[in-house]
């Protein structure tokens, strides 16, 4: 996924649709082209249902999701199948197969999900699987577990049916082999080398599901797990209230529990964009924060359909499906004075 140059066109949208606080009814919206329930305020603005967002430019990954939902699939399916999209997607190094490896030269998964009851399910540093957000799931539906890790994460997709496969892809090998002449220890942080996906959605009965899948940093040390297979920190869904998810460097995001931040934030008051903003100042204004060297975004949807986004740098996005519209919106940013 080279997000940097198609995102530079992009227009810079407002996002979030301003919705009422009632939830009023599940009328059948007859003008589109397929069902869906609306959201209806006092003011009569209306969001409509489903809708699907996720991070960066990921249309494929919210069309996938957005058949399942218009289907009158539930939430939880149509996030686990929009990110299985990306992890399929050899193309995308920062996902499932073709994901750039440790600076060993494994390619490490990490992933979870969250459904509308608060399960969840999680596996870490997950290798030869391409769909980690599945076994996720299975983690989740099929053990009295929350997270499996390494090789025990592995031999249960296994007896799952997950056929074992390679997933460094000749482009990814060739990317480390070209990273192994430097070999710089420290991880350089950027918005071309890490990008998880993470996909929020809610189906047409007003239900949340969450997921997100990444290869996590692109050259870590061997071991290495991010915030995205940590509930709260990579993820968080609270059906009464709304779900956000994260992306960037997990370190910084687990650090301040990043998704449960951003919930809890809604639950006090905040619409989703104000949540993600706050989420976000309390990385940059750590005191001797070094923000400037690294990216996280932040994206987020309440119960009345509202959604945010917001990161620490320019050039994060957020895709969108809504109302038979499949959107990239451009996020606001925080470090206005950085040129890249
Ligand atoms: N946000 C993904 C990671 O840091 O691994």
């Known amino acids: 996924m080279k997000r940097r140059h198609f995102i530079k066109n992009a227009s810079l949208t407002g996002v979030g649709l301003a919705v009422g606080s009632t939830l009023v009814g599940c009328a059948e919206n007859t003008s589109e082209k397929t069902s869906s329930t609306t959201i209806a305020s006092s ?9 699907v967002i996720a991070t960066w430019h990921v249309k494929d990954a919210t069309a996938k999701a957005m058949e399942i939902l218009q289907a009158g699939g539930n939430a939880l399916d149509a996030v686990e199948q929009g990110c299985m999209v990306e992890e399929a997607n050899e193309k995308g190094q920062s996902v499932g197969k073709g994901g750039l490896p440790d600076r060993d030269g494994n390619v ?23 769909h980690a957000v599945s076994v996720a799931r299975k983690v989740m539906e099929d053990t009295p577990h929350v997270m499996l890790a390494g090789e025990g ?3 249960f997709a296994v007896s799952k049916g997950f056929k074992p496969e390679d997933l460094l892809t000749e482009a990814s090998k060739e990317a480390w082999e070209k990273w192994k002449i430097e070999a710089k220890y420290k991880p ?10 993470g996909m ?7 239900d949340i599901s969450g997921a997100c899948t990444t290869s996590g940093l692109a050259y870590k040390m061997g071991g290495r797990v991010g915030d995205s297979p940590i509930i709260g ?6 059906n ?14 687990v650090k301040t529990v990043g998704s449960f931040l951003v919930v809890e934030l809604m639950r006090q008051g905040k619409s989703p964009q104000d949540a993600c903003e706050e989420a976000i100042s309390r990385i940059v204004n750590k005191p001797n924060s070094n923000y400037k060297d690294f990216q996280v975004g932040y994206i987020a949807v309440n119960k009345k359909g509202e959604t945010g986004s917001y990161s620490i740098h320019q050039w ?14 451009q996020s606001d940013y925080f470090n206005k004075t950085k040129t890249t």
């Open 43 to 51: 003011d009569d603005k209306k969001a409509t249902l489903p809708l």
């Open 108 to 130: 490490t998964l990490d992933a979870c999900i969250m459904d509308k009851h608060g399960n969840c399910g999680s596996v870490v540093y997950l290798q030869n699987i391409t």
């Open 153 to 155: 994460a592995k031999q």
């Open 188 to 197: 350089i942080i950027n918005i071309e080398n890490h990008d998880t996906i």
């Open 200 to 206: 929020l959605a809610i189906d047409k009965n007003g």
């Open 233 to 238: 920190s990579g993820l968080f869904v609270d």
């Open 240 to 253: 009464e209230i709304g779900a956000c998810v994260a992306t960037g460097l997990g370190e910084e995001v």
């Open 316 to 329: 994060f996005s957020m895709t969108k499906f809504q109302n038979g519209v499949n959107e990239q919106i």
